[in-house]
T-cell receptor, first 114, second 114 residues
Framework: EAQVTQNPRYLITVTGKKLTVTCSQN?????MSWYRQDPGLGLRQIYY???????DKGDVPEGYKVSRKEKRNFPLILESPSPNQTSLYFC?????????????FGQGTRLTVV | AQKITQTQPGMFVQEKEAVTLDCTYD???????LFWYKQPSSGEMIFLIY??????QNATEGRYSLNFQKARKSANLVISASQLGDSAMYFC???????????FGAGTQVVVTP
């Protein structure tokens, strides 16, 4: 089954404790991205990657890191999480069809930083 | 900079009635795409419908249709014959690149009542 898998689904952590949220897709998509969702703001892009070893900042990259060592994996790293990074996070991969590029989203990771 | 505006934070609709969710956008690009996503309480993002800026006809997908008024830069979602399962958050999103980056509105929470 074609899917984007994120882990963990839920995470509670303390300020300053490094964490990684994993994302894997089995559709051989080149483009992957991370979004965060906050009430009243919708989803905002954090980082994206156009291919292996090619990553770039999205709209809200501060406090996050990513890597793309393999095509299928795109982990999100919070080196020193802070309470303002409490949010719902989505990983997405994209495929360009004949008419448009469709984004496939993971199930989401709800992160709480205390 | 692109911007998506959803002016209705929330709305109630009775079962079997139609509901229109408003979305206006701002972009200077001539080629772009508009997407609508549904997010039920379980959190996943479900793609509903797409409208391309050069599409001559309004998009339809089952009970979902898009009222696209290009000159007014609006792309309202119409859900016909609402069902209880339509209760969810609905997001409008704009894409102006071929890679799939999405700019989201703040969302509209829809509650369908019996």
């Amino acid at each position: 089954e074609a899917q984007v898998t994120q882990n963990p689904r839920y995470l509670i952590t303390v300020t300053g404790k490094k964490l990684t949220v994993t994302c894997s897709q089995n559709m051989n998509h080149e483009y992957m991205s991370w979004y965060r969702q906050d009430p009243g703001l919708g989803l905002r892009q954090i980082y994206y990657s156009m291919n292996v070893e090619v990553t770039d900042k999205g709209d809200v990259p501060e406090g996050y890191k990513v890597s793309r060592k393999e095509k299928r994996n795109f982990p999100l790293i919070l080196e020193s999480p802070s309470p303002n990074q409490t949010s719902l996070y989505f990983c997405a991969s994209s495929l360009k069809t004949g008419r448009y590029t469709e984004a496939f989203f993971g199930q989401g990771t709800r992160l709480t930083v205390v | 900079a692109q911007k998506i505006t959803q002016t209705q934070p929330g709305m109630f609709v009775q079962e079997k009635e139609a509901v229109t969710l408003d979305c206006t956008y701002d972009t200077s690009d001539q080629s772009y795409g508009l997407f609508w996503y549904k997010q039920p309480s379980s959190g996943e993002m479900i793609f509903l419908i797409y409208q391309g800026s050069y599409d001559e006809q309004n998009a339809t997908e089952g009970r979902y249709s898009l009222n696209f008024q290009k000159a007014r830069k609006s792309a309202n979602l119409v859900i016909s014959a609402s069902q209880l399962g339509d209760s969810a958050m609905y997001f409008c999103a704009l894409s102006t690149d071929s890679w799939g980056k999405l700019q989201f509105g703040a969302g509209t929470q829809v509650v369908v009542t019996p």
